[in-house]
């Protein structure tokens, strides 16, 4: 029987991951937190308890994990909460690194907590000319002159939790997934497909490989009832050239020289205030890379079964830009460019 704490539980990916728990009969109690109030009727399952906790603050990690944690007899803990938006900041860096640390910290110190699960990204790995497509756990990371604060956060704290391995009392796995394309998510790619038009490098059509809610929801799982340890490389079902990628969501992809898509996406993010930073997907956008998921099929027994939910057409995806913020000047702008 498990007893597991989810981190950024109130994100699409956490209330994924719930559902799987919650379908299993061996789980006992799942204590989700977030830094937003539960939503009433949101979840009716008594096995379901939502504490509201801000993770930047060290007494509240301390008494999340002193209090709720302990009492609850959590067994499991699966880590995701990070910004989401690209932006740079102590108070980005206290979620995405210091929380990190806090967590596993005081989760060493509770005497039930057996298993610490942490979610990191694809996108820490270095891209280019000179290396590998195809991606295993050996790859180096992103960690270069002019790396943007979003990467650089994500890689100390993925080698924070790596560091504990085989020194802590809890057993340890890291998680590095593909891109989740799904929105509200966090996803870079998916604001970059919410443009009618789609600039990449002349001469490059990189090999991309995205992953599902579902099947990151059921990696995550399967990897909090594994005892195995180490870092896995997490694939999705779908690869494809971008190329192929911007067609599947209707937009109009135009090559431009590679020099040229850095300041055209930064008078788009100053004209209409889209989340997309050219910087932190350059390498994606020109070289590409497929994660190798050899190692979580052998050891945690996952194999990407669920494809990306892909839009029909443009008017899909421009309505729920819309319905997420129907008057914004991005969703005007974007109707515009269509006709």
Known sequence: MSRTLITGATTAVGRAVTRELLADPATERVLLVSREPHRPGSETDPRVLHVQ?????ERSVRSLMFGPVRAEGVTDIVHMATHRGVVAGRRAHALNVDATRRILHFAERVPSVRRFVYRSFGSIYERSARLPVRIDEDHPLRIGPGTPQYVLDRVEADLAVCARMGMSPIRIAVLRCAECLAPRTGSQLWDYLLSAVCFRPVGFDPMINVLSERDLAHALVLAARSEAEGVFTIPGLDTLPLSRLIARFGRRGVPVPAPLIGPLYGLRRAA???DFHHAVSRGRLQFGGV???RR???VLGYEPEHPVRWPVCFEHVEARARVANPRSLRGR????LDR
């Open 53 to 57: 906790v801000d993770l930047t603050r």
């Open 296 to 298: 979580a099929a052998e």
């Open 291 to 293: 994660l190798d998921g």
């Open 333 to 336: 702008l974007e109707g515009w």
């Open 272 to 274: 209409i205030a889209t």
